[in-house]
T-cell receptor, first 112, second 110 residues
Framework: DAGVTQSPTHLIKTRGQQVTLRCSPK?????VSWYQQALGQGPQFIFQ???????QRGNFPDRFSGHQFPNYSSELNVNALLLGDSALYLC???????????FGPGTRLTVT | GENVEQHPSTLSVQEGDSAVIKCTYS??????FPWYKQELGKGPQLIID?????GEKKDQRIAVTLNKTAKHFSLHITETQPEDSAVYFC?????????FGAGTRLTVKP
């Protein structure tokens, strides 16, 4: 049984560019949450997707957007990248909005 | 702002000793409190969780206690082993989103 998978593992972007990160949830899970983890800090909640809709959002600007597909996989898009967007982006899946979350390995984004 | 405070930020114990990590939260409506272990280069791994209708939960060497009145919860690891060395995060579901503490770096010396 595959766990949560994320792609790519690493990527480097230039300030002002746009990036798309991808997540496939654990089998049987229909809810996906995205987090940003800066170095040495705990994960910060970005948003959660359930039934292909954003159901909850953290304190992140509109430059951060997402999508959930009918197969429950999800994308995180970040526009107009800033140096401060450099972080580990984590995806977590759960068998419902208020159930235990299981994290993927993350995507390390570096903005130069 | 920060809604979950975690202490200590670093903890060093001798193999076989116990380790305790404590967290406090601000929203009395919170009802779900997971703990995660994160090893270098990996995503957080759920190790134990507790809901507000119970005060304590155990899983082998790991236990979590919850005091809803005081709004704090703790992770207890007994008989620590070198492979327990990692960063541990507490979290609380607040206003339908998950808020994490800043983490505790646990080092278990052989």
């Amino acid at each position: 049984d595959a766990g949560v998978t994320q792609s790519p593992t690493h990527l480097i972007k230039t300030r002002g560019q746009q990036v798309t990160l991808r997540c496939s949830p654990k089998s049987g899970h229909d809810t996906v949450s995205w987090y940003q983890q800066a170095l040495g800090q705990g994960p910060q909640f970005i948003f959660q997707y359930y039934e292909e809709e954003e159901r909850q959002r953290g304190n992140f600007p509109d430059r951060f957007s997402g999508h959930q597909f009918p197969n429950y996989s999800s994308e995180l898009n970040v526009n107009a990248l800033l140096l401060g967007d450099s972080a580990l982006y984590l995806c977590a899946s759960s068998p419902g909005p208020h159930y235990e979350q299981y994290f993927g390995p993350g995507t390390r984004l570096t903005v130069t | 702002g920060e809604n979950v405070e975690q202490h200590p930020s670093t903890l060093s114990v001798q193999e076989g000793d116990s380790a305790v990590i404590k967290c406090t939260y601000s929203d009395s409506a919170s009802n779900y409190f997971p703990w995660y272990k994160q090893e270098l280069g990996k995503g957080p791994q759920l190790i134990i969780d507790i809901r507000s209708n119970v005060g304590e939960k155990k899983d082998q060497r790991i236990a979590v206690t919850l005091n809803k009145t005081a709004k704090h919860f703790s992770l207890h690891i007994t008989e620590t082993q070198p492979e327990d060395s990692a960063v541990y995060f507490c979290a609380a579901e607040i206003n339908n989103d998950m808020r994490f503490g800043a983490g505790t770096r646990l080092t278990v010396k052989p």
